[in-house]
């Protein structure tokens, strides 16, 4: 979207005008997906305290300090998201540049929370090399609170993922993600900002159980023990997501927002988002992902009611928010847009913590990249032209081999392959 892109560059100047970036605010507890598919116990964002006096005078001061920052909070709220990353960490707005915008708001007295729509992991180098966990950690770092597992989370294996969620300092939600018919997740938390119970309701393409390695979903005996609750009608589906909306609404919620790796595409019905929120009620606000588009849209849903979808592209190239008020109302939910190939950090010079990790880690795999990370004995041949190497020496960061069907593709530059992870979708 265009229409926004004027208002995030007085958000990003302002805050380094005014004060010297810090580490973003609390996240939430965890999810703990061991024990082969338990569900673990939805948690709230927990809040970092004031450091302990050291002396008497300190003791008698601090509950003045504390008064003076409750009452310079205006009661009102940012819901903070990013879809579809990749891995696209310095692209775009890049993680340094979320964080100077969490950070000016906070600044100017609004509380926040930062949620994921899923494929985070995968997309880049840093992914591959770390089976993930690179980007987990800087998600930590982030200060994320809720996040949902898109198709590409699983492309390291089932297995795999389920590790890295237990190094989440955030909380992992899925309603229709599930463990021989039990959950893995959570299906909903409810977090708590400006004295209001936020529900977040996780749901996930059931097109993974297809588009994402089926071995990765099945047992020894080549049978499916995983599911996203995929049956033809889109029903089962469409009951996990009115049943886990339905159960935050009784849990106190004030709003519910479906986190969504749905999109909008046709080859996804019927699972879209269009078909979840036409089938269900109680949702207010969809927070989508998948299909990389940005489109900003109002549907009606099962009882006739509006509802908003939003949706944040890819790599990075918007933040999505959801505005607040103190009186309560939901006030706008849109994305800012940073449409520049230049990516934000860069261009408007910023420095912050998440600027720092982001860099250093990619130095690090740059000198990864200038040796050779893979090797075969196996004479590789063009598919069309057998006589033509697959791999050339000269590009030292192309690794050695056969690619995955899913992550890789050939680009036929000069006569010679180059496979490269690309497929984001």
Known sequence: ???????????????????????????????????????????????????????????????????????????????????????????????????????TLEEKGYETILVDDGDAIQGEPMGTFTNGEAIIEWMNAAGYDVAIPGNH?????????????????FTYISCNFTYKDEPVFAPYVIKEAAGRKIGFVGVTTPTTIRSSTPAYFQDENGEYVYSFKQDDTGEELYQAVQEAADAARADGAEYVYLVAHLGNEEACRPWNYVDVVSHTSGIDVVLDGHSHDTDQVVLKNKN?????????????????????????????????????????????????????LVEEAQV??????????????????????????????????????????????????????????????
């Open 1 to 103: 979207m265009w229409r926004n892109r004027g208002k995030v560059i007085p958000i990003l100047v302002a805050g380094m005008l005014t004060f010297s970036l810090a580490a973003c605010g609390s996240s939430g507890q965890a999810a703990d997906p061991s024990g082969g598919g338990q569900a673990p116990e939805a948690a709230a964002a927990s809040e970092t305290g004031a450091p302990e006096a050291e002396a008497a005078a300190e003791e008698e001061a601090a509950p003045a300090e504390e008064a003076d920052t409750a009452a310079e909070k205006n009661g009102e709220i940012y819901i903070l998201f990013t879809s579809d990353v990749h891995c696209g960490v310095d692209q775009g707005f890049g993680y340094a540049g979320l964080e100077q915008v969490r950070d």
């Open 304 to 356: 006739g009611e509006d509802v908003t979808r939003s949706a944040v592209g890819t790599k990075m190239s918007c933040i999505g928010y959801s505005h607040i008020s103190a009186e309560g109302e939901i006030v706008e939910t849109d994305i800012w847009s940073w449409p520049n190939s230049d990516p934000a950090p860069e261009l408007l010079g910023i420095h912050n913590k998440m600027g720092d």
């Open 364 to 425: 690090q795999l740059g000198k990864k990249l200038d040796g050779v990370v893979a090797s075969t004995e196996v004479a590789l041949q063009n598919l069309f032209e057998k006589e033509l190497p697959l791999v050339r020496e000269i590009n030292p960061h192309i690794i050695s081999g056969p690619p995955s069907p899913i992550n890789s593709a050939v680009n036929m530059e000069g006569g010679a392959g180059q496979y490269r992870e690309n497929d984001t979708d």
């Open 153 to 169: 989370e699983f492309d390291y294996g089932t297995d795999r993922f389920l590790e890295l969620a237990g190094k989440a300092e």
